[in-house]
């Protein structure tokens, strides 16, 4: 049997696409498999009033009176994230107390438990690092999780999917301990972080013989034949991977050369209970295609994990769409593509209303001419579209040239405008301290942010490099050195620039719209919460 396993992350409100969309994959290539979401498994198992009190009872009774409040109390904050009654004041309030409680367990295992990810105590910047940490006794936060509650059998093939470096010791962990129940299986790892991670491979390879292969981009087609290979089937073209074979390690790195099909990409969400998930719809993520159509601008990482763009087969993923909303009673789709081109949400938008599927959904993806024209989001908004998210990045032209972010500042206000006016929550990401920007560009692009009237929610960031972008390539920067997708160490204004956004976030009309979204844990609550409550300009009664 091949089992797929979502490894466990920091966000609970819907199922990670990834092995879902690999599931469905293998399913099109006529081999079974079975997933398991361990984030889901997390969220039932541990988050019970008296897991705390089982894990060690001396620190739940060292807790202060309101923190014993959370823990006892944790149950109902869930069922309040899972009711299909909207009160955006009862929800946010149990999103607190879902923060509030990832605290608290965080702290007695000695991790920051963040939305993008899990800081531990120790700085982790090699293989080594990772290794030591992944055998810590004291690292047992997601034991139980990993605990493998079927059996295994000769033969049997895992995969685990990696997205955030955080996941890595827990992969090398879980995989260490299926070794130790069943040595005639093989582990595959795959995942986003492990193609950004591609120069490091040959020495996890080395120092974990536990690992029998890794595949790398989010090209599906080198999992099926890498599972062939180990099934000791013929395998046709294979690309992309690492491998041990008679203890020896084959590293195959062709970034020309994959084979790539579109018309598979359909994803499987059937062994997955998507009710349990942190929603007040019934949420699921969905992409419409591989890659970003763009895929030019410098700073950004995101595209090289797909060696390329392609669309999918729209129709089919429609149909399944249909199909999830007539059996599964699917509420809510969150696109999740790293950009999405303005024909295929147009086609979307005209199938969704031609066939009376009454769902919220929300995307993101860039600035376009198309959006310049009133009626487009007029459309959208139609068919169910509740949030759009545009990378801006600034608010400068020759920073954007710089950037080569391909997008035009007038287009950019015109578009949010006609998507604000339509009933769709705006979003927008900025960032500060782009290696040519100056102190001019900064207060120009904040002043923006500030004043322009067409804005709901904007995420601001300080500019670091990212692994694998243009930029880290044309710097002297050594990835193999560094485990982290993010370099910031390279940054040495970044104090700086943290100073001059907590000064923006103080000023009066930022500070109201910050301190209630730090409340909100998932973008995709934004669709269905009263938009008076956290949006930076929206007031129903002007
Ligand atoms: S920042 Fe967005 S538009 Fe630019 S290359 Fe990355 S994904 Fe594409």
Known sequence: MIYLYTLPGTAFNMPQLSVPLLKGYLKECKIKSKQYDLSSRFLEYCFKKEYIKEISLQYYLSLSESDKNIVDNIEKAVKQMQTKLIDTDKIVSANEQIQKYLEILSKYYNIKWGRRGIDFSKKILTVDDTIELAFDEKNTIFDKVLENTHKLNDGDIIYLSIQYPFQLNYALRFSKHLKSKSNNIKIILGGDYITHINKNLNEIMQKCIYIDGMTLFGNYNNVVEMIKLFQNKKVSNINNIIYRKNNKIIYKFNKQNDCFYKNKYIPDFSDLNLNKYLSNLKLIPLTLNYGCYHSKCMFCSRYYYYNGYSTYNINKIFSYLKELYNNEHIEAVYFIDECVHPDILMKLADY???????????????????????????????????????????????????????????????TMKNFYNSGISISATFMIGYPTENILNIKRTLKFIKKFKYLDTFGLSIFSYMRNSKLVNLSNLDEEKDLNLIYRTTNDKYSTYINIIDKFNNTKKIKRFVSNRQKILYRSEYMYLDRNYYSLNYRSDV
């Open 352 to 414: 969704l209303i031609n066939n009376n599927i009454k769902i919220k959904w929300m995307v993101e993806t860039r600035i376009d001419n198309k959006y310049t024209d009133k009626n487009f989001a007029k459309v959208l908004y139609e068919s169910g579209c509740r949030e759009i998210s545009f990378g801006i990045e600034s608010y400068n032209k020759s920073i954007l040239k710089d950037m080569n972010k391909g997008i035009d500042l007038k287009v950019a206000k015109s």
